[in-house]
């Protein structure tokens, strides 16, 4: 039990921590894609109770979308296109902070962060209204749809990390080595004969 808290708990140091992806993307801290598992459990380590996780940052804001989001492999002559649900949350500093999941398989985010290029994530159409797929929000605010300075940038992300492993891979890197509190509660019961 112990271990898997510790897990989820630089799983979602490394997304508040962050990984800037490219320079062209400045904002970005972190554009995930993975599985459903961590999905909701991140985006909240990110929002932070609306008080962002960066030094300056003021408010958070949170956005959530449901299969309106394509990540986009360009590989090959046919491009392949996974849809999932994302949430982005952003702050207030100048320049914003901005991080983003998309739920997808895990396999589809394995792929798409070892793709090179990298996948690229992409509204389906255009930018799609709040969906507030997540209500468990501390403060029980709504979605906001972010401005066109975190749309912009978000939509031309390119996939930073994926995979659990990679994400504690990334973890280490920076510099985390010690758990912080979760969120997440997880109970299990023994069975004994």
Known sequence: MVRIKSIFAALMLTA???VVPQAQAQT???VIA????LWQTLALGAYNNGSSIVSGGGTTFHYTSGANFNLIDNRSTVAT???GATWIVW???SPV???AFVKV??????RCYFAAPKCVLAANGSFPAAGNSIVVWPDASADTVPPAAVQTPTERA???ESSPQALLRSASEHGISRAAPTPCIATASRRTR
């Open 28 to 30: 970005l801290k972190v």
């Open 16 to 18: 508040i921590v962050g």
């Open 105 to 110: 398989d895990s396999v589809v985010g394995n």
């Open 91 to 93: 702050d207030s500093a």
């Open 97 to 99: 902070n901005v991080w």
């Open 34 to 37: 993975g599985s459903s598992a």
């Open 81 to 83: 296109v996974d849809s």
């Open 158 to 160: 390119l996939i930073a």
